[in-house]
Nanobody, 119 residues
């Protein structure tokens, strides 16, 4: 059974950095692509970054471009989200998700890790 476990969230002040990790287990290979999503309080979930695990090609939404960096370590079955220059509007529950094969949706999700940015 495929499982994703996020870690690394916390409460920080504006301008600080955090690195989220997502470990994938229960799959014999690396997922085709991985994504990070977030759900701010009272808002819909949004996708913010994704990466093709084979090529390492990243994608970002404009709101995090230049501040967040997605990366992967295929040997560790782990995807990271380095978040710099955090802002109060980045406060959200952060989730990672996996699409196992090309053309598949993000069918596997972690339980989430909370990030709170406030002064």
């Amino acid at each position: 059974q495929v499982q994703l476990v996020e870690s690394g969230g916390g409460s920080v002040q504006p301008g600080a950095s955090l690195t989220l990790s997502c470990v994938v287990s229960g799959y014999t290979s690396n997922p085709f692509s991985m994504g990070w999503f977030r759900r701010p309080p009272g808002k819909e979930r949004e996708g913010i970054a994704a990466i093709y695990t084979g090529t390492g090609t990243p994608y970002y939404v404009d709101s995090v471009k230049g501040r967040f960096t997605i990366s992967r370590d295929n040997a560790k079955n782990t995807v990271y989200l380095q978040m710099d220059d955090l802002r109060p509007e980045d406060t959200a529950m952060y989730y990672c998700a996996a699409a196992l094969s090309p053309g598949q949706a993000f069918d596997y999700w972690g339980q989430g890790t909370q990030v709170t940015v406030s002064s």
